[in-house]
């Protein structure tokens, strides 16, 4: 069973910066990729960043690039988003998930292709 836990939100000014932590178990990181996905109120869940399962291959929100970093540590089985600059509109739940097929290095990172999730961790930015 997998098992993912979310943590490092938080209230942060316009302009700070944030680093959400996900630790897995039950499935190890050196063989699936991680996502991070965020949800405002009253909108879809959005795609935000991924990490392929050999760490080679990183995709990004267009909202995101050049603020938001994906990373993992192999060793301690976790994933991590560093978020910098932040803007109010970053509000949201963040969600990590794992994907669904092991060893994928495909151009597909929506929702459908990760199938565990984390409970989420609140972030909010102040103006």
């Known amino acids: 069973q997998v098992q993912l836990v979310e943590s490092g939100g938080g209230l942060v000014q316009a302009g700070g910066s944030l680093r959400l932590s996900c630790a897995a178990s039950g499935r190890t990181l050196s063989a699936y990729g991680m996502g991070w996905f965020r949800q405002a109120p009253g909108k879809e869940r959005e795609f935000v960043a991924r990490i392929s399962w050999s760490g080679a291959i990183l995709n990004y929100a267009d909202s995101v690039k050049g603020r938001f970093t994906i990373s993992r540590d192999i060793a301690k089985n976790t994933v991590y988003l560093q978020m910098n600059n932040l803007k109010p509109e970053d509000t949201a739940v963040y969600f990590c998930?794992?994907?669904?097929?092991?060893?994928?290095?495909?151009?597909?990172?929506?929702?459908?292709?990760?199938?565990?999730w984390g409970q989420g961790t609140q972030v909010t930015v102040s103006s």
């Open positions: 998930a794992a994907a669904r097929r092991p060893y994928y290095t495909g151009s597909s990172y929506g929702p459908a292709d990760f199938d565990s």
